[in-house]
């Protein structure tokens, strides 16, 4: 299993963002993805989920309205826009899939929101 993330980097406030996560090693189709984002002595929280087919999503409070989760599952990825972006969203962001019993987790992708 192998999760690669990119599309991080450095963005002014109210900038956007779109991240990628390209997946193998696993029938993508079959499960559900998520975002998870851990910022400086934060602990890891999840920002948004997506169902195996796309028709179901949802996202932590904070990022509602202005965060869409998506995915291509012909192109085995998952992918995470982000608008009007904030301060606050600053953190190293990852790609997430639980099988088999256990969780696997990207290696992240920075993002910095900052003037």
């Known amino acids: 299993v192998q999760l690669v993330e990119s599309g991080g980097g450095l963005v002014q406030p109210g900038g956007s963002l779109r991240l990628s996560c390209i997946a193998s090693?696993?029938?993508?189709?079959?499960?559900?993805m998520s975002w998870y984002r851990q910022a400086p002595g934060k602990e890891r929280e999840l920002v948004a989920s997506?169902?195996?087919?796309?028709?179901?999503?949802n996202a932590v409070d904070s990022v509602k309205g202005r965060f869409t989760i998506s995915r291509d599952n012909a192109k085995n990825t998952v992918y995470l826009q982000m608008n009007s972006l904030k301060p606050e969203d600053t953190a190293v962001y990852y790609c997430?899939?639980?099988?088999?019993?256990?969780?696997?987790w990207g290696q992240g992708t920075q993002v910095t929101v900052s003037s």
């Open positions: 997430y899939v639980h099988l088999l019993s256990r969780p696997y």
């Open positions: 090693g696993f029938t993508f189709s079959n499960y559900r």
């Open positions: 997506i169902s195996r087919d796309g028709g179901s999503t």
